[in-house]
């Protein structure tokens, strides 16, 4: 089903992981997606262009336009939601996916790794979010996804290894501030019909940029089931979805989603919740 058929969608950090992976299923839905990232064909600290992402996109009949912009740069930041109405002649849809975790204790972070951090995570999609607002008013409404994560959730008792010695506390508490946006954001905005919604995975997704902090044998879920979950809070109006936390693993579990590939060709089985999954997680997103 072409659920978002005639939509425009923006997708930040879309070079790869989860940014691509959000990019390609919203794409398989029929939407155009505009993709973004720091550069067009130029590869950074990680594997993966804004061209290979457009290009998979369009190999399985979809539409992408690739943008490059480095949310760091205000210039460049405030002009990209203009760039990609003047490119697809609305928007509808804005994907708040960009940004790189930095893990250190509290004790020894360096301001500079703090300031990246909420600049990354709450700066960015703040100056997106203003400016995509009043493109969203004018096409009758519109759909806004933050990024969250599990780890904004309190750590339990007895504190385990990660989070005495992680180093996620700064990480996390942004998240939850993330999450706490989203919600606050989605009351705001409601008589818009503009819902507001977070998506995160469950456990952990293998990424380029997240390997680095996940052992090599931890058991990672598959980003199709994050993907299939951000696509389900893209296309209801705010009346009936918005102020959700929707976990990757969870959130299709309790709507019965059905899970399909990036591609839209294969239909996957339904996830499964395992034991290492964090016991405080809502279910419904609610």
């Known amino acids: 089903m072409k ?148 780890t904004a959730l309190p750590p339990t008792k007895p504190y385990d290894l990660f989070a005495r010695h992680g180093g996620a506390t700064v990480y996390a508490a942004v998240k939850a501030a993330v999450h706490r946006f989203t919600q606050g954001l989605a009351a705001e905005l409601l008589d818009d019909n503009i819902a507001v919604n977070s998506v995160a995975p469950s456990t952990a997704i293998s990424t380029p940029g997240a390997d680095r902090f996940t052992p090599a044998d931890y058991p990672t879920e598959r980003v199709e089931y994050l993907a299939e979950t951000a696509l389900a809070l893209c296309h209801l109006p705010a009346a009936q979805r918005t102020g959700l936390v929707a976990y990757s693993l969870h959130f299709p579990l309790a709507h019965d989603l059905p899970i399909h590939s990036l591609d839209g060709r294969t239909r996957l089985p339904p996830p499964t919740i395992p034991e290492h999954a964090y016991a405080g997680i809502s279910a419904t997103g609610e």
């Open 3 to 150: 659920l978002l058929e005639n939509k425009v969608a923006l997708v930040t950090g879309a070079s790869r992981g989860i940014g691509r992976a959000i990019a390609r299923r919203l794409a398989t839905a029929g939407a155009t997606v505009v993709v973004t990232a720091r550069s067009l064909d130029r590869t950074g600290q990680f594997a993966g262009t804004l061209a290979e992402t457009a290009a998979l996109i369009e190999a399985n009949g979809g539409r992408a336009i690739a943008l490059a912009a480095d949310l760091e740069n205000p210039i460049e930041r405030d002009g990209i939601i203009a760039r990609a109405v003047e490119a697809c002649g609305g928007l509808d849809i804005l994907i708040n996916n960009a940004g790189i975790a930095d893990y250190a204790p509290v004790a020894t972070m360096p301001m500079a790794m703090l300031d990246a951090t909420l600049d990354h995570y709450l700066r960015a999609p703040f100056a997106l979010i203003q400016q995509a607002i009043p493109a969203m008013r004018r096409r009758g409404g519109g759909w806004i996804v933050m990024l969250g994560s599990c």
